[in-house]
């Protein structure tokens, strides 16, 4: 037993995200097109989506060693393909990863893969324990089970607003009461920045970083996630990764896809 733990602290541990991967087709026009009018298209491309999916590429081109967990095809275009389950979560070997961050989707099945976890890290000392994360993006009821779940709650604007609150301030103080005791809070608002609240209960805020150009805003919101998972996962304090991710997402948003944003990364 001794040997196989330190067998474990000497593998690097990798980030996790489990949620979608999907395939993105985006077609660039000259102006956002008026109600019912036809629109030629400039360019068209495809490209690899999917909130986790994103997350697990920015997280690859920060140097975060990290794996994916979702439903793959063996053609380039499927529908109805199902969500990870809580019978395909048990198969992993946990001792693998130091975080896991979970998009917010099947709700029921999410729920029992994070009390799996709670419970592997209650027999751990902290310093061996997974820290957890979840998004929760969209604004339907059952998702908001898996607010008092998480170590670390991603909450968007679109479910902020549907639960009454129209600023990430009002957003951050609104919610608090809905996570477990010692958990983050992080509500990111486009233009506005993003807001958090910190283990302690102090509220931080970045703001935006617009690039001088906006060209691309597809999965800017998971550039900004995975850019904060990045830096607490690495040690670094909260109103720090909220700024980085910040920087990040606006970066990202100079650029069509990630490929182009490596670099830039890289200087970060």
Same mark, same amino acid.
């Given at each position: ?18 949620? $979608? ?8 026009v ?6 019912? !009018?036809?629109?030629?298209? @400039? !360019? ?7 909130? /986790? !999916? ?6 690859? $081109? ?38 896991? +961050?979970?998009?917010?989707? *099947?709700?029921?099945?999410? $729920?029992?893969?994070? #009390? ?6 209650? =027999?751990l ?7 957890? !994360? ?7 009821? *059952?998702?908001?089970?898996?607010f008092? +779940?998480?170590? @670390?709650?991603? @909450?968007?604007k ?7 609150? +129209? ?7 609104? $919610?608090?009461?809905? %996570?477990?005791?010692?958990?983050v ?17 102090? %509220? %931080? &805020?970045?703001?935006a ?10 999965? /800017?919101?998971?550039?900004? *996630?995975?850019?904060?998972? +990045?830096?607490?996962? *690495? ?5 720090? #990764?909220?700024?980085?991710g910040?920087?990040? =997402? ?5 650029? &069509?896809?990630?490929d182009?944003? #490596? ?6």
């Amino acid at each position: 037993m001794e040997e196989q733990q330190q067998g474990e602290q000497t593998k690097p541990k990798k980030i996790l995200c489990i949620g $979608l991967v999907c395939l993105d087709i985006i077609s660039v026009v000259d102006k956002f097109p008026e109600e019912d !009018s036809d629109s030629r298209c @400039v !360019s068209q491309r495809w490209q690899r989506g999917g909130n /986790a !999916s994103n997350s697990c590429t920015v997280l690859s $081109l920060l140097g975060s060693p990290c794996a994916f967990m979702g439903s793959l095809c063996a053609g380039p275009v499927a529908s109805n393909i199902p969500d990870v389950t809580f019978e395909d979560f048990s198969a992993l070997d946990l001792s693998a990863f130091k975080w896991i +961050h979970w998009e917010g989707r *099947n709700a029921d099945e999410q $729920l029992k893969m994070m #009390a799996a976890v709670e419970r592997r890290n209650a =027999a751990l000392p902290r310093q061996r324990r997974i820290v957890t !994360s979840v998004e929760i993006e969209k604004p339907r009821e *059952n998702l908001y089970r898996l607010f008092p +779940h998480a170590d @670390v709650v991603f @909450v968007s604007k679109d479910v902020s607003r549907q639960l009454g609150f +129209h600023t990430p301030q009002n957003a951050i103080r609104g $919610l608090a009461g809905r %996570l477990r005791a010692g958990a983050v809070l992080i509500c990111a608002w486009a233009e506005k920045g993003a807001d958090a609240l910190d283990a302690d209960g102090t %509220l %931080l &805020h970045s703001d935006a970083f617009p690039p001088q150009h906006l060209v691309d805003t597809l999965g /800017a919101g998971d550039t900004f *996630n995975a850019a904060v998972v +990045h830096k607490l996962a *690495n040690g670094c304090r909260l109103q720090e #990764a909220l700024t980085f991710g910040c920087r990040v =997402a606006g970066a990202k948003c100079g650029f &069509h896809g990630y490929d182009a944003i #490596a670099d830039q990364l890289t200087q970060m």
